[in-house]
């Protein structure tokens, strides 16, 4: 269960570690609205630049963003081959029926290949070096208009940050699970698809009904802390713009810029 | 010490109102301010739903509790449990906050503590439980002891005069219990505290100045815990365990060896034992 890297923290005190989480967030959504904006290899190569300088600052090895790929591969492969071989325009290579590998869908290949895996790495970027709890900031923060629509702000962001933080918990409990069940004669991923299914339930009823129970004893232990909703309380993390904040968004600026220059 | 914290009486309890099974059955006591209780019980004696009555988790069908002079009542439940920290069982479920220090600060935020007291507050609370080198630690890097003495740290932050541990030690190994319950007594010793300890683990019920003992979803021993261990056979009899040294004293009993009747401490048989050794 190592393999799922999003929405892990690794702890650091880097430049982007240190970034105000409102920058990080909205600068990871708006980098991917860029991502579609660009539209050639010039524009791409640019960005991949920029991902790696990011990448580079925040001091962890580029074997974890790689590794954030994986769960996604299958994925990629298929979309990026679709638009290999069904895709024609300008020379083509080679043609078998309705199968052609051609100029146009190489180049569209290789832009949705960067493009997922910018985008992977983006996010992959935006939970490592984010505390969750920081997430939850803002993204109360960035929904905090919508108060006066009468959208529950404060319970969505408790309700992220509470999923968040389970996160690891649940992933533990499981292997947990799925090892006890191994035990005790279950096969998982084996025999055809109706077996592979079947044979999950013995994983996903342990696992639904603990999360009832744990749900039930985190809201008493939060109940008997004194939790009564989100009126009157105080907060303990608060949010500071700083100068290196101001800096990354003068550097999206310039990445916008660059990219609206570059893009054909 | 003769300030009465916490008085309950004739509370009666049932989970479903048609249920035949009472979980509290009239039950009445009274602690002093700074007592250490513990209360014992089989499970499903009521031992748990005692607690949750006294935090006003749950509201009791009859019967009253006053905490600090006050009656428990709908209005005032959240003042009450300003005054009444609790610890759970499970490390894991009660761990609110994504870091340690955030976990801690839970309390004082939904207290609406001002933020420049809560970091005084915070930073004081862990260093007192010993954590302070894991401030920024995740749940999912403390062990088992680590995360409750979290959980205490959460409860001192708020100052409360009662706190309440709901089996807070039975998940843990014996050294985690042993590095809990030091901390809570020292907490306890340094700020004069009420603490209410439900527990199975009956050295640790050895420690307190009186024992509840719970049958049914009724008080039906309350004492020293050299009165309890003294109806030893019993206890054992309602599934309840008794300490080592009294185990000890049975086996020798059987034996056909003449024993003292009174209850004696680990220390004690040991004084016991040396000395009717010399005296043959």
Redesign the interface.
């Known amino acids: 269960m190592d393999k799922l890297i999003l929405g892990r923290?690794i702890?650091g005190d880097s430049i982007v570690h240190q970034l105000d989480p409102r920058v990080k967030l909205l600068g990871s959504i708006y980098f991917i609205f860029l991502l579609f904006f660009a539209n050639n290899w010039q524009s791409y190569l640019f960005l991949a630049v920029f991902i790696l300088v990011a990448i580079k600052l925040s001091k962890i090895s580029l074997g974890f963003f790689l590794r954030g790929l994986k769960p996604l591969l299958w994925l990629i492969i298929f979309t990026v081959s679709l638009q290999l071989l069904f895709s024609r325009g300008g020379e083509i290579y080679f043609s078998f029926g309705p199968i052609a590998i051609s100029q146009f869908g190489l180049i569209n290949a290789a832009l949705i290949f960067c493009r997922f895996v910018f985008i992977i790495f983006m996010s992959t970027l935006l939970t490592l070096t984010t505390?969750?709890?920081e997430l939850t900031d803002a993204i109360e923060f960035i929904l905090s208009p919508f108060k006066y629509v009468k959208l529950p702000v404060h319970e969505i962001a408790l309700m992220i940050?509470?999923a968040?933080?389970f996160v690891?918990?649940l992933m533990?409990e499981t292997t947990k699970i799925m090892n006890a069940q191994r035990a005790r004669g279950v096969e998982f991923g084996e025999g055809n698809l109706f077996q592979q299914m079947k044979s999950i339930i013995p994983l996903l009823i342990p696992l639904f009904v603990s999360s009832f129970?744990?749900a039930e004893?985190?809201a008493?232990?939060?109940?008997?802390?004194?939790?009564?909703g989100g009126e009157?309380?105080?907060?303990?993390?608060?949010l500071n713009w700083e100068v290196t904040d101001t800096m990354a968004v003068i550097v999206f600026a310039f990445v916008t810029v660059g990219v609206i220059l570059l893009r054909g | 010490m003769s300030h009465k914290i916490i008085e309950v009486n004739n509370l009666s309890y049932k989970y479903q109102s048609e249920s035949e099974v009472q979980a509290l059955n009239d039950v009445s006591f009274s602690i002093e301010k700074g007592e250490w209780i513990a209360i014992i019980g089989h499970n499903g004696s009521g031992k748990s739903t005692l607690a949750k009555v006294l935090n006003g988790l749950i509201m009791p069908n009859a019967g009253t509790v006053k905490v600090d002079g006050a009656l428990l009542t709908e209005e005032n439940i959240w003042d009450v449990r300003q005054s009444i920290g609790m610890v759970f069982q499970n490390p894991d479920n009660q761990f609110v906050g994504s870091t340690v220090e955030e976990d801690v600060a839970f309390g004082l935020e939904n207290a609406g503590v001002p933020r420049e007291e809560m970091l005084v507050r915070v930073t004081e609370s862990i260093k007192k439980v010993n954590m302070a080198d894991f401030m920024t630690k995740e749940p999912a890097r403390l062990s088992g002891g680590q995360k409750q003495r979290v959980a205490i740290a959460g409860v001192v932050a708020l100052q409360p005069d009662v706190m309440i541990l709901d089996e807070a030690t039975s998940m843990l190994d014996p050294n985690g219990r042993k590095e809990v319950m030091n901390t809570v007594k020292e907490i306890k010793d340094a700020a004069n505290l009420t603490v209410i300890s439900i527990t199975h683990d009956i050295d640790e019920a050895a420690n307190a100045n009186r024992i509840f003992v719970m049958k049914g979803g009724k008080l039906v021993k309350v004492g020293t815990p050299e009165e309890i261990f003294a109806y030893g056979p019993e206890l054992i009899e309602m599934g309840l365990d008794v300490p080592f040294a009294e185990k000890l004293k049975y086996a020798l009993k059987e034996k056909g060896i003449a024993v003292p009747a009174s209850y004696l401490t680990e220390e004690g048989m040991v004084d016991w034992l040396w000395t009717s050794l010399l005296k043959k």
């Open positions: 923290y702890p505390i969750p709890l940050s509470i968040l933080r690891p918990t533990d129970n744990r004893e985190l008493t232990a939060m109940e008997a802390r004194g939790y009564r009157g309380r105080t907060k303990y993390r608060v």
